[in-house]
């Protein structure tokens, strides 16, 4: 990111950061002021000038390891990327090749001419392979999964496909009516779950869980309202955790299927495995709501058990990642 350090020291126009850098052309020099603001290190003083973001003096005050850490923030925060990534992780071990990448980007993203898409796309894998998120492996880019100081992706947009198909602009365009018909259930579910993160134990199983998927070498992802989702060996699944307590379980495990429902419903995946994550088991008392739960609703059932998931007998192969 030397563009930063660029901007930091005085640069403001693409000739400034083009000069700072070295042997680089104007247009170069809009290609590398571009990027930073892209990530939020930088943002538009007025027009052909850029100045330092807070996370961009951040940025340039931090050691190397902070610095990556960062980047990694800024490229997990940015829609573009969590688009790439999806794409990437559609294509498995096998990996994507580098024309399907660019072919991609530029079919759901903004990147300018032909050649500005390009160089835009190897920047992109530049930075995606300095962090360990990508591998190049026969000239295929193979997505190596979350580290561990990540537990989970978090996608800003409501608008966003949290559990992307098509991997096709129509797709994203669809989500986007489909929520904004959708606006004021919508919010309801945010404010609903805001209410619930709040509790220590629901980030608990968030969490607990998240870790389970991200051993599969998968991304787990959640947004303002759903707890988490996942697209496992090519099946996706929705998640909602619920804290419970011997008085409070009924009517848990009942917000709990409801929402499940309008989830999907909203994210437009009707072929996705509801899955409900309980903080303690049912009682005997409740036996007859699992078997409503698994039976006449078709959801999947799991719960805690001192920091270990279990789940019925009859759906433990639609669940081996627990």
């Given at each position: 990111m030397m563009s930063i350090g660029a901007i930091a020291a005085g640069a403001k126009t693409d000739d400034d950061i083009a000069e700072a850098i070295g042997q680089l052309s104007d247009r170069q020099g809009r290609y590398y002021r571009r990027a930073t603001e892209i990530l939020g290190f930088a943002e538009r003083a007025r027009n052909n000038e850029s100045s330092l973001t807070k996370l961009g003096k951040l940025f340039q005050r931090a050691n190397a390891g902070d610095k990556d850490a960062l980047l990694l923030s800024a490229i997990l925060n940015n829609p573009v990327f969590i688009r790439l990534l999806?794409?990437?992780?559609?294509?498995?071990?096998?990996?994507?090749?580098?024309?399907?990448?660019?072919?991609?980007?530029?079919?759901?993203?903004?990147?300018?001419?032909?050649?500005?898409?390009?160089?835009?796309?190897s920047t992109y894998l530049s930075w995606l392979r300095h962090l360990g998120l990508v591998s190049v492996n026969a000239s295929s880019f193979?997505?190596?999964?979350?580290?561990?100081?990540?537990?989970?992706?978090?996608?800003?947009?409501?608008?966003?496909?949290?559990?992307?198909?098509?991997?096709?602009l129509t797709e994203y365009q669809e989500q986007a009516r489909h929520v904004k018909k959708s606006g004021e259930a919508i919010q309801y579910f945010v404010d609903q779950a805001s209410r619930e993160r709040a509790n220590s134990a629901h980030e608990g199983l968030v969490r607990l869980m998240a870790e389970k998927i991200r051993l599969c070498g998968v991304i787990p992802r959640r947004n303002r309202f759903i707890d988490l989702s996942a697209q496992i060996e090519g099946v996706n699944y929705i998640f909602e955790m619920k804290s419970t307590t011997e008085k409070n379980l009924?009517?848990?495990?009942?917000?709990?299927?409801?929402?499940?429902?309008?989830?999907?419903?909203?994210q437009n995946v009707p072929d996705a495995k509801l899955?409900?994550?309980?903080?303690?088991?049912?009682?005997?008392?409740?036996?007859?709501?699992?078997?409503?739960?698994?039976?006449?609703?078709?959801?999947?059932?799991?719960?805690?058990?001192?920091?270990?998931?279990?789940?019925?007998?009859?759906?433990?192969?639609?669940?081996?990642f627990i």
């Open positions: 999806s794409f990437l992780e559609s294509h498995g071990t096998s990996g994507a090749s580098r024309i399907e990448i660019e072919k991609f980007l530029a079919s759901v993203a903004e990147l300018g001419e032909a050649s500005m898409a390009g160089r835009r796309t193979i997505l190596n999964g979350l580290p561990a100081s990540v537990p989970f992706v978090t996608i800003g947009s409501d608008e966003e496909p949290i559990l992307p198909v098509s991997y096709d009924h009517h848990q495990a009942r917000r709990g299927i409801s929402q499940l429902y309008e989830y999907r419903y909203n899955v409900l994550v309980l903080e303690t088991p049912l009682s005997n008392k409740m036996a007859w709501m699992a078997d409503y739960i698994l039976k006449d609703r078709n959801l999947l059932l799991v719960w805690d058990g001192n920091n270990r998931f279990y789940c019925p007998d009859s759906i433990s192969e639609q669940l081996t």
